[in-house]
C-alpha cells in the first residue's frame, strides 16, 4: 500500500474462501487453511499504521464470489482488533429496497441495542452514551432518533427539508464516529457493497471524504460490477483479489488434502476443474470427502481413480449436489434456513420449524460439521449464517416452490411473534417473507408501514417504492371495502411523500389525490376526505389553477360544516380566504380569515398541522389576514396583526412557523416600503431556511432579499438574487405568486433604469393574471407599467403618446382598485396619475382626486405612501 499522498495502486491477490466477518469460534478451526493472503495482510497493517496516526485510510477489497474478500478482513481483523473498536455492517441481496439496512445494523451494534429492547430502552442507549461521551453531540440526537426509529411526540425535524434532513442526519453519524476515533482507533468494516442501497452509500461517501485526517480504517468488500468515485482520493486503496494461481492452489491443496505425491493427479484436476477459485476448491474437496472419494485416517488417501470422479462444472451444480446428499431431515433444515435469510438466531429457526430440541440442536452441529453454515458469538442465543451467499441461493433455489410459500409464511408468523414489541425493526423482512409467500394482504400491510417508516427516516425514495408496491399488491386482491379503506391510506401517505420532497405543486400530487378523491366517493368516508381535498386544493393553488381551487375550497368548507367539528371548519375557512384573496376579493377573505381565528384553538393545531404543510392555523391565518388589511386600506390593523403572529411563532418554539412568519412579515414590510425591516427579516429568514432546509420558503426569502438591497442602492446584487429566488419558486413546478414577484422585479429594473426590462417583467405578469386570475397585484401591475411607460421616454420628451399611454395604465389601476376595494392600492395608483396630470397643468384636478382617497383613511399616516400622500396633496395645493 502506498502512502496517504500516493495514488492508488491495485494488488494482484490471492486468498481462500470467502467466510463471514465475526465467525471466531468457526474461523479460527480454519486458519491453517488460509493461503496466500501475507502480502495482503501486511498492506492491511501498513493502512492501519497510518490510519492509527491520523492518516485515515480506505482499503477496498474487490473480487467475484468465493476468491476471499471477507476472509481477507476476517483474518486482519484477528490480529487486530485488541487495538481497534471495531464495528461491521453488510448488505444483503435484498437489500437494495432497504435505506440504511447497514447502517442501522452499524449503530444498533455501536448503542448495544438488543432485539429485546423496548423503545425507551433503546432511547436511554443512546442518550446515554452521546451524552456520557460528548455533550457537543446532543444536537445529532435527533437525527439519530429519527433514523433509529425512536422519536416520540412532536418530532422536532418533521417540517424540515428531507434532503437537508438527509444530509443532516448522515453528518450526525459522521461527527459520532469522527468523535469515537478521537478516544480510539475505529476499524468500520462495510462487506458486500455490490447489495448497498442508496442511502448508505450516500453516506459511505461523505465518510470517504471525511476520514483522511482521522483514526479510522474504512474497510470495503465488492464484486466488480460494483462502482463508486473514490479512485482518485489518495487515502483509498484497492485490492483485487483474483482466483489462486498454481503454485497458491497448491499450498491450498497441500493444507486441505496433505502432501502425499499420490494425490498430486487430483490436486491439479481440482485446479484445472476450479480454476483457482478457493470456496470452490474448498466446496469441492469437502464434496470428495462426503462421497468417499477421499477418506482420511491419519493422512488423506484416494479411494477411487482419477477417471471415476466426477465432478459438477459450477460451484453452483456442485452445491446443489452436496446438499441432495444430505439426509432428508438436515435438507429440510437448510432450505427453511436460506428461507428465512443470510442470517437467523437460534429462538426464529425453533418457531419456524417442527423439530425438537435435541433434534434441532444435533442437525445444526451437523450442517456447522459441513461448513453450510457458521455460528456467530452472540450475547443471548446463538447466532447463525452461511458460509456464504451462494450456499443460501443454490439451498433456496433447490425448495419447492409451495414449500418455498409455505416457509415464507411461517418465517413471517414467526417474526411476528418474536419480535412483537420491536416489529418496526423487522418490517422490510415481514413484507418480503409475506409477499414471497403469496399473503399479498400482509405483505402490503408491512410494505405500507415500511414505507411510512422510511418517510420518517427522510429516506422518501424508499418510501415512494414501498408504499407504491403496496399499492400494486392491492390491486391483485378482491376489492372489499377494507382493501379500499387501505387503498385510502396509502395513496394519502404517497400524496405526503411526494409532496414532501417535490412541493404541493409536483404533477404527480394531481393523480394522487385525484385517486384518493374517487376511492372516498366509493367508500363514503367524509373525515378521510378532508386530507384529500386539502391536497388537491393545494396542488391547484400553487400551480395558480385559481378557480379549481377556489371549488375544492368550497367542497372542503361545506364538509366541515357537515362534520360539525369546529377544528376542522376553522382549518376550512383558510383555504377559501387564501383563493378569494389571490382572486382579488380581498373583503370576502378578511372575512374568511377573521372567522377562521374565532374557531381557532391553539390546542387542536397538532390534529391539522400536517394537513397544511406544517405552518400553524393561527400563525397562517393571522398572515394572510395581515395582507388583506392592508390592502383594504388598514395598515395600522394589519401590523397589530403581523405582531400577533410573530409572537405565536416564538410561542410555538417552532423554526418552520418562525420561519413562515418571517416570510409573511416581510412580505408586509415590503407593502408598508420598510426597507431595513425587509433586509433583516430576509436575512434572518434565509439562515433559518439554510439551518432548517425549509426550501420551499427560499424563493420567497431571495426575492424579499433582493428587494430591500435594490431598495439600498445594491441594484445589480438585489435584482440578481430576486431572480436567483423566482428561478427557485418556478423550479418547483410553483405558478401562484409569480405575479408578485415579477412586479417586485420589475419596479427594480425601474430604479437600475432598465424600463423594457421591467417592462417585460410586467407583460409577462400580466399574461399570467388573465390566463390564471391571480388578481389582487393586478392594480399595481398597471400602475407599475404606467410607471415605466413613462420612464422609456426620452429625458425631456413632453410628448403625449408616452403620457397617454401611462395615463390610461393610471386610470385602468384606479379602476380594478376601487372594484376590488383595495384602497392601499387605490391611493398609490392616484398618486401616479397626479404626479402626471401635475406635470401637465392639471394639479387641481389632481388635488380633487388625491384629496377624496387620502381622506378616506383613518389610520397608517405613519406609513410611506400615506406620507407620500400627504406631501404630494400639499405641492398640488400651491
Given at each position: 500500500?502506498?502512502?496517504v499522498?500516493?495514488?492508488?495502486e491495485?494488488y494482484?491477490?490471492?486468498?481462500?474462501g470467502?467466510l463471514?466477518?465475526?465467525?471466531?469460534?468457526?474461523?479460527?478451526?480454519?486458519?491453517?487453511?488460509?493461503?496466500?493472503?501475507?502480502?495482503?495482510?501486511?498492506?492491511?497493517r501498513h493502512?492501519a499504521?497510518?490510519?492509527?496516526?491520523?492518516?485515515?485510510?480506505?482499503v477496498?477489497?474487490?473480487a467475484?464470489?468465493?476468491?476471499?474478500?471477507?476472509?481477507?478482513?476476517?483474518?486482519?481483523?484477528?490480529?487486530?482488533?485488541s487495538?481497534?473498536?471495531t464495528?461491521?455492517?453488510?448488505s444483503?441481496?435484498?437489500g437494495?429496497?432497504?435505506?440504511?439496512?447497514?447502517?442501522?445494523?452499524?449503530?444498533?451494534?455501536?448503542?448495544h441495542?438488543?432485539?429485546?429492547d423496548?423503545s425507551?430502552?433503546?432511547?436511554?442507549k443512546?442518550t446515554?452514551?452521546?451524552?456520557?461521551?460528548?455533550?457537543?453531540?446532543?444536537?445529532?440526537?435527533?437525527?439519530?432518533?429519527?433514523?433509529?426509529?425512536?422519536?416520540?411526540?412532536n418530532?422536532?425535524?418533521?417540517?424540515?427539508?428531507?434532503?437537508?434532513?438527509r444530509?443532516?442526519?448522515?453528518?450526525?453519524?459522521?461527527?459520532?464516529?469522527?468523535?469515537?476515533?478521537?478516544?480510539?482507533?475505529?476499524?468500520?468494516?462495510?462487506e458486500?457493497?455490490?447489495?448497498?442501497?442508496?442511502?448508505t452509500?450516500?453516506?459511505?461517501?461523505?465518510?470517504?471524504?471525511?476520514?483522511?485526517t482521522?483514526?479510522i480504517?474504512l474497510?470495503?468488500?465488492?464484486?466488480p460490477?460494483?462502482?463508486?468515485?473514490?479512485?482518485?482520493?489518495?487515502?483509498?486503496?484497492?485490492l483485487?483479489?483474483?482466483?489462486?494461481?498454481?503454485e497458491?492452489?497448491?499450498?491450498?491443496l497441500?493444507a486441505?488434502l496433505?502432501?502425499?505425491a499420490?494425490?498430486?493427479?487430483?490436486?491439479?484436476l481440482?485446479?484445472?476443474?476450479?480454476e483457482g477459485?478457493?470456496?470452490?476448491?474448498?466446496?469441492?474437496?469437502?464434496?470428495?470427502?462426503?462421497?468417499?472419494?477421499?477418506a482420511?485416517?491419519?493422512?488423506?488417501?484416494?479411494k477411487?481413480?482419477?477417471?471415476?470422479?466426477?465432478?459438477?462444472?459450477?460451484?453452483?451444480?456442485l452445491l446443489?449436489?452436496?446438499?441432495?446428499?444430505?439426509?432428508?431431515?438436515?435438507?429440510?433444515?437448510?432450505?427453511?434456513?436460506?428461507v428465512?435469510?443470510?442470517?437467523?438466531?437460534l429462538?426464529?429457526?425453533?418457531?419456524v420449524?417442527?423439530?425438537?430440541?435435541?433434534e434441532l440442536e444435533?442437525?445444526?452441529g451437523?450442517?456447522q460439521?459441513?461448513?453450510?453454515?457458521?455460528?456467530?458469538?452472540?450475547?443471548l442465543?446463538?447466532?447463525?449464517?452461511f458460509?456464504h451467499?451462494?450456499?443460501q441461493?443454490?439451498?433456496?433455489?433447490?425448495?419447492l416452490?409451495?414449500r418455498?410459500?409455505?416457509?415464507?409464511?411461517?418465517?413471517?408468523?414467526?417474526?411476528?411473534?418474536?419480535?412483537?414489541?420491536?416489529?418496526?425493526?423487522?418490517?422490510?423482512?415481514l413484507?418480503?417473507h409475506?409477499?414471497r409467500a403469496?399473503?399479498a394482504?400482509?405483505?402490503?400491510?408491512?410494505?405500507?408501514?415500511?414505507?411510512q417508516?422510511?418517510i420518517q427516516?427522510?429516506?422518501?425514495?424508499?418510501?415512494?417504492?414501498?408504499?407504491s408496491?403496496s399499492?400494486?399488491?392491492?390491486?391483485?386482491?378482491?376489492?372489499?371495502?377494507?382493501?379500499?379503506q387501505?387503498?385510502?391510506?396509502?395513496q394519502?401517505g404517497?400524496?405526503?411523500?411526494?409532496?414532501?420532497?417535490?412541493g404541493?405543486?409536483?404533477?404527480?400530487a394531481e393523480s394522487?389525490y385525484?385517486?384518493?378523491?374517487?376511492?372516498?366517493?366509493?367508500?363514503?368516508?367524509?373525515?378521510?376526505?378532508?386530507?384529500?381535498?386539502?391536497g388537491?386544493?393545494a396542488?391547484?393553488?400553487?400551480?395558480?389553477?385559481?378557480?379549481?381551487?377556489?371549488?375544492?375550497?368550497?367542497?372542503?368548507?361545506?364538509?366541515?360544516?357537515r362534520?360539525?367539528?369546529?377544528?376542522?371548519?376553522?382549518?376550512?375557512?383558510y383555504?377559501?380566504?387564501?383563493?378569494?384573496?389571490?382572486?382579488?376579493?380581498?373583503s370576502?377573505?378578511?372575512?374568511?380569515?377573521?372567522?377562521s381565528l374565532?374557531?381557532?384553538?391553539?390546542?387542536?393545531?397538532?390534529?391539522?398541522?400536517?394537513l397544511?404543510?406544517?405552518?400553524?392555523?393561527?400563525?397562517?391565518?393571522r398572515?394572510?389576514?395581515?395582507?388583506?388589511?392592508?390592502?383594504?386600506?388598514y395598515?395600522?390593523?394589519?401590523l397589530?396583526?403581523?405582531h400577533?403572529?410573530?409572537?405565536?411563532a416564538?410561542?410555538?418554539?417552532?423554526s418552520?412557523?418562525?420561519?413562515?412568519?418571517?416570510?409573511q412579515?416581510?412580505?408586509?414590510?415590503?407593502?408598508?416600503?420598510?426597507r431595513l425591516?425587509?433586509?433583516?427579516?430576509?436575512?434572518t429568514?434565509?439562515?433559518?431556511?439554510?439551518?432548517?432546509?425549509?426550501?420551499?420558503?427560499?424563493?420567497?426569502?431571495?426575492?424579499?432579499?433582493g428587494w430591500?438591497?435594490?431598495?439600498?442602492?445594491?441594484i445589480?446584487?438585489?435584482?440578481?438574487?430576486?431572480r436567483?429566488?423566482?428561478?427557485?419558486?418556478?423550479?418547483?413546478?410553483?405558478?401562484?405568486?409569480?405575479p408578485l414577484f415579477l412586479?417586485?422585479?420589475?419596479?427594480?429594473?425601474?430604479?437600475?433604469?432598465?424600463?423594457e426590462?421591467?417592462?417585460?417583467?410586467?407583460t409577462?405578469?400580466?399574461d399570467?393574471?388573465?390566463?390564471?386570475?391571480?388578481?389582487?397585484?393586478?392594480?399595481?401591475?398597471?400602475?407599475?407599467?404606467?410607471?415605466l411607460?413613462?420612464?422609456?421616454?426620452?429625458?425631456?420628451?413632453?410628448s403625449?403618446?408616452?403620457?397617454?399611454?401611462?395615463?390610461?395604465?393610471?386610470?385602468?389601476?384606479?379602476?380594478i382598485?376601487?372594484?376590488?376595494?383595495?384602497?392601499?392600492?387605490?391611493l398609490?395608483?392616484?398618486?401616479?396619475?397626479?404626479?402626471?396630470?401635475?406635470?401637465?397643468?392639471?394639479a387641481k384636478?389632481a388635488h380633487?382626486?388625491?384629496?377624496?382617497?387620502?381622506r378616506?383613511?383613518t389610520?397608517g399616516?405613519?406609513?410611506?405612501?400615506?406620507?407620500?400622500?400627504?406631501?404630494?396633496?400639499?405641492?398640488?395645493?400651491?
Open positions: 500500500m502506498k502512502g499522498s500516493e495514488p492508488v491495485v494482484e491477490v490471492t486468498g481462500l470467502p463471514r466477518t465475526r465467525f471466531q469460534r468457526a474461523a479460527a478451526r480454519r486458519l491453517t487453511k488460509f493461503v496466500g493472503r501475507q502480502r495482503e495482510i501486511e498492506a492491511l493502512a499504521e497510518l490510519a492509527r496516526a491520523g492518516h485515515g485510510q480506505v477496498a477489497a474487490m467475484e464470489p468465493g476468491v476471499g474478500k471477507s476472509r481477507l478482513f476476517h483474518e486482519f481483523k484477528l490480529v487486530s482488533e487495538e481497534w473498536m464495528l461491521e455492517a453488510f444483503v441481496s435484498h437494495k429496497a432497504s435505506a440504511y439496512l447497514p447502517v442501522l445494523e452499524l449503530l444498533r451494534d455501536y448503542f441495542i438488543a432485539a429485546t423496548d425507551r430502552t433503546r432511547r436511554e443512546v446515554g452514551r452521546v451524552l456520557a461521551f460528548d455533550r457537543s453531540l446532543e444536537d445529532a440526537l435527533p437525527y439519530l432518533f429519527g433514523l433509529l426509529g425512536l422519536s416520540e411526540g418530532d422536532s425535524l418533521a417540517q424540515m427539508d428531507p434532503q437537508l434532513r444530509r443532516r442526519t448522515h453528518e450526525a453519524i459522521k461527527r459520532l464516529l469522527l468523535r469515537e476515533s478521537l478516544n480510539q482507533p475505529l476499524m468500520m468494516i462495510f458486500d457493497l455490490h447489495w448497498i442501497d442508496g442511502e452509500q450516500s453516506l459511505l461517501n461523505l465518510l470517504v471524504d471525511s476520514i483522511a482521522a483514526r480504517l474497510l470495503v468488500n465488492y464484486r460490477e460494483y462502482r463508486h468515485e473514490w479512485g482518485s482520493r489518495t487515502h483509498y486503496t484497492q483485487r483479489l483474483d482466483p489462486l494461481g498454481r497458491s492452489a497448491a499450498e491450498m497441500s486441505l496433505g502432501n502425499d499420490e494425490l498430486e493427479p487430483l490436486k491439479r481440482i485446479f484445472k476443474r476450479t477459485n478457493p470456496f470452490f476448491v474448498e466446496e469441492i474437496v469437502q464434496a470428495l470427502f462426503e462421497q468417499g472419494v477421499l482420511r485416517n491419519g493422512k488423506v488417501k484416494l477411487q481413480s482419477l477417471a471415476e470422479i466426477k465432478t459438477p462444472p459450477t460451484v453452483q451444480a446443489a449436489s452436496r446438499i441432495d446428499r444430505l439426509p432428508a431431515n438436515q435438507k429440510e433444515l437448510l432450505q427453511t434456513l436460506s428465512i435469510g443470510r442470517e437467523f438466531t429462538p426464529l429457526i425453533r418457531r420449524t417442527s423439530s425438537s430440541e435435541t444435533s442437525m445444526l451437523a450442517l460439521s459441513g461448513e453450510f453454515i457458521y455460528e456467530q458469538p452472540a450475547f442465543d446463538p447466532e447463525y449464517t458460509k451467499a451462494l450456499t441461493e443454490v439451498a433456496y433455489n433447490s425448495v416452490i409451495e418455498r410459500r409455505l416457509l415464507h409464511q411461517r418465517a413471517g408468523r414467526a417474526l411476528e411473534g418474536l419480535f412483537s414489541d420491536s416489529i418496526n425493526d423487522h418490517l422490510d423482512d413484507a418480503r409475506y409477499g403469496g399473503d394482504e400482509k405483505a402490503s400491510d408491512y410494505l405500507c408501514r415500511a414505507g417508516r422510511a427516516r427522510s429516506a422518501y425514495g424508499e418510501g415512494v417504492d414501498h408504499l408496491a399499492l400494486d399488491l392491492l390491486k391483485t386482491l378482491p376489492e372489499t371495502p377494507e382493501c379500499v387501505r387503498e385510502l391510506a396509502l394519502i404517497l400524496g405526503l411523500a411526494l409532496t414532501a420532497t417535490k404541493w405543486a409536483a404533477p404527480e394522487i385525484t385517486r384518493a378523491r374517487q376511492l372516498c366517493q366509493q367508500l363514503g368516508e367524509t373525515r378521510q376526505l378532508i386530507p384529500v381535498l386539502w388537491l386544493w396542488f391547484y393553488e400553487m400551480r395558480a389553477e385559481h378557480k379549481m381551487a377556489y371549488n375544492l375550497a368550497e367542497e372542503l368548507f361545506t364538509l366541515a360544516q362534520l360539525r367539528d369546529s377544528a376542522l371548519l376553522a382549518l376550512a375557512h383555504p377559501l380566504g387564501c383563493t378569494l384573496l389571490t382572486l382579488g376579493h380581498t370576502a377573505a378578511r372575512d374568511q380569515f377573521e372567522q374565532a374557531l381557532y384553538d391553539p390546542r387542536q393545531h397538532g390534529s391539522v398541522a400536517s397544511i404543510g406544517g405552518e400553524d392555523l393561527g400563525i397562517a391565518c398572515a394572510l389576514l395581515a395582507h388583506a388589511l392592508w390592502i383594504l386600506g395598515p395600522a390593523q394589519a397589530q396583526r403581523v400577533e403572529e410573530l409572537i405565536l416564538q410561542e410555538l418554539r417552532s418552520f412557523n418562525q420561519a413562515y412568519a418571517l416570510v412579515a416581510a412580505t408586509n414590510d415590503v407593502l408598508r416600503r420598510e425591516s425587509v433586509l433583516q427579516r430576509a436575512e429568514l434565509l439562515a433559518l431556511t439554510q439551518e432548517q432546509g425549509f426550501l420551499s420558503l427560499f424563493g420567497f426569502g431571495s426575492v424579499l432579499q430591500a438591497l435594490v431598495e439600498q442602492s445594491q445589480e446584487e438585489g435584482i440578481s438574487k430576486m436567483e429566488g423566482l428561478a427557485a419558486h418556478r423550479a418547483a413546478g410553483q405558478v401562484a405568486l409569480v412586479s417586485l422585479l420589475a419596479e427594480s429594473y425601474g430604479k437600475a433604469g432598465q424600463p426590462e421591467g417592462l417585460k417583467a410586467l409577462e405578469a400580466l399570467l393574471v388573465n390566463k390564471t386570475d391571480e388578481r389582487y397585484v393586478e392594480a399595481e401591475t398597471h400602475r407599475l407599467k404606467g410607471e411607460a413613462l420612464q422609456r421616454s426620452e429625458p425631456g420628451d413632453s403625449s403618446t408616452a403620457q397617454t399611454e401611462a395615463e390610461a395604465y393610471f386610470l385602468k389601476a384606479i379602476d382598485a376601487r372594484r376590488q376595494q383595495a384602497k392601499s392600492l387605490e398609490r395608483a392616484v398618486m401616479s396619475l397626479g404626479r402626471l396630470w401635475q406635470h401637465q397643468g392639471k384636478e380633487e382626486m388625491l384629496s377624496e382617497i387620502y378616506w383613511f389610520e399616516f405613519d406609513t410611506a405612501d400615506l406620507k407620500d400622500a400627504k406631501a404630494l396633496l400639499e405641492e398640488l395645493a400651491t
